[in-house]
């Protein structure tokens, strides 16, 4: 969906283009102005509603919301996902969801959440499909965990060096378990 917004922003962007954007920090791409996000946004927050969570990551988030705290790092907007998880009737799984709104880079964000609940690096584990999010993660001091299942392949993500790569979110709390 996303990549379909993006073309009809940018006609004739071809799918590998759209997926380097995220090699890095989605905002450092100069393509991704403040305008841009704004149409980008428009458009999303009308289709992304409509995008059912499966019933597997629904049941991976509800055991892992035993057992922790769970909370978003994104560039997406918090606004636009509180709305989602409500019309999904999930409102409060994560707390918080730092999205573009807080700021636009990952990097600041896992220090305004390390400083909300007074958490140490070690505390957090970030849990991702792309790239960029890697690298950020790590410039944070921050554990990732990739999944390559979704926005980027395998052999991307492995440039970023993550923790470990899995294939699917069920496999998320057996890994876990390994984490001391």
Request: proline share 6%.
């Amino acid at each position: 969906m996303s990549f379909l917004i993006q073309q009809s922003l940018f006609p004739g962007l071809i799918p590998e283009e759209f997926r380097s954007y995220f090699d890095g920090n989605l905002y450092d791409h100069p393509r991704i102005t403040k305008e841009v996000s704004r149409q980008f946004f428009d458009l999303y927050a009308k289709r992304l509603p409509d995008i059912p969570l499966s019933r597997t990551v629904r049941l991976v988030l509800g055991s892992l919301k035993d057992r922790y705290s769970l909370s978003i790092i994104t560039s997406n907007s918090e606004k636009i996902l509180r709305n989602y998880f409500i019309k999904q009737g999930i409102p409060q799984l994560f707390d918080p969801i730092l999205g573009l709104e807080s700021h636009a880079t990952k990097v600041e964000k896992f220090s305004l959440l390390m400083k909300r609940f007074h958490l140490s690096q070690s505390d957090c584990l970030f849990i991702t499909d792309t790239l960029g999010d890697i690298l950020e993660a790590h410039k944070a001091g921050i554990l990732a965990i990739a999944i390559d299942s979704g926005f980027h392949e395998r052999m991307r993500l492995e440039q970023g060096k993550p923790f470990i790569i899995i294939s699917s979110l069920d496999e998320l709390p057996k890994v876990l378990m390994t984490i001391p």
